[in-house]
């Protein structure tokens, strides 16, 4: 039976690769997908999954509004990385996209889905943890309808917005502790992990050959990208983070996962937001979180172009 399963992003060039991965692949359910302000603002990261889902024909999966600052402290975004758009690159021009927004806002549709699916369902964040923590809070007696929270956010090592802190984490550290003591189990996909996976110009050139309006839109989407990671961190390819949570949920045989405690640093002067990840159970807490170490590269990346291939047309997933 295909995995169901809740998108909550804040698209970001990888979230739009992610939501691409979970609408065509027919593993997965995707029952929704619910925006964060995170690599933009919350109007901008909004804007952005509905453009994604119109251009890849994706309908009738409903797309809400979250939150659209973190739970405390000051909001900030990545327009290093990402543009002033959130999702520099592709040319979409100033129409509306034929993708509506839910009028019910994330945190509602969340509790809607939640209540009615007949199944529980697995979240998968890869923005800011800030709706995860924020429904949490509104609804406990719902978590027990949370399968599973398999997130991108974090590292065993050091960060990419701080020497100590990964951006979606630094962005509300409040809310990822919440989530990381939930006591649902988690999966984290770190920046150890998403590393692994860059796009190099051969990754590019096999989904420009699919020659499709949805493989070209992805293309320039992966150079603005490149030339940011190029400016910013030096890389010579830039590694798609989000995607590896779906891609880990279609075939779980792609990544190897160790058990860990992990601990938020919520209150460090140089350190605050950085996933504290005790590989070697130093500490003594309980090792309950799943934590993404190696990557079968190329068979991500498969995926990922499968993916481009089954929506270039437009009509949507088949």
């Known amino acids: 039976m295909p995995v169901p399963v809740i998108l909550d992003c804040d698209p970001g060039h990888d979230d739009a690769f992610n939501i691409l991965l979970a609408a065509a692949h027919p593993s997965i359910e995707l029952l929704a997908i619910t925006t964060v302000a995170g690599n933009q603002t919350l109007a901008k990261t909004t804007l952005n ?21 973190p ?22 021009g100033q129409e509306e996209p034929d993708v ?22 697995t979240l998968v964040p890869t923005g800011p943890l800030t709706n995860v923590a924020a429904f ?19 590292s065993t090592g050091r960060g990419n917005t701080t020497p100590a802190a990964e951006f979606n984490i630094l962005c509300d550290p409040e809310a990822a502790d ?9 999966t984290m996909f770190g920046l150890n992990a998403t590393h692994q996976v860059r796009a190099t110009p051969e990754v590019v050139a096999r989904i420009a050959a699919l020659g499709t309006p949805l493989s070209a839109l992805c293309v320039d989407l992966l150079t603005y990208f490149a030339s940011t990671y190029r400016e910013v961190f030096g890389f010579d390819a830039p590694p798609l983070h989000d995607p590896l ?42 090792a309950d979180t799943e934590v993404a170490v190696h990557v079968d590269a190329e068979g991500f990346w498969r995926l990922i172009v499968e993916a481009v291939r089954v929506l270039g047309d437009g009509a949507g997933p088949r």
């Open 100 to 121: 509506p927004l839910d009028p019910r806002g994330a945190l509602t549709l969340l509790r809607d889905i939640l209540l009615t699916h007949p199944t529980p369902v």
């Open 71 to 92: 739970l405390h402290g000051p909001r900030r975004v990545a327009e290093d990385i990402h543009g002033g758009s959130g999702l520099d690159g592709p040319r979409f």
């Open 178 to 186: 919440i989530v990381f003591r939930s006591g649902r189990p988690v």
């Open 49 to 69: 999954a509905r453009r994604v889902c119109s251009a890849a024909g994706i309908r009738g999966v409903p797309v809400a509004a979250g939150r659209d600052r």
């Open 136 to 154: 949490l809070l509104a609804y406990p007696e719902l978590a027990g309808r949370i399968e599973r929270i398999v997130l991108m956010g974090g």
């Open 245 to 286: 949570t779906v891609a880990h949920l279609i075939d779980p045989s792609l990544t190897e996962l160790v058990r860990a405690a992990v601990t938020v640093e919520l209150a460090g002067t140089y350190t605050r937001g950085a996933t504290v990840v005790d590989l070697h159970g130093v500490t003594g807490r309980p």
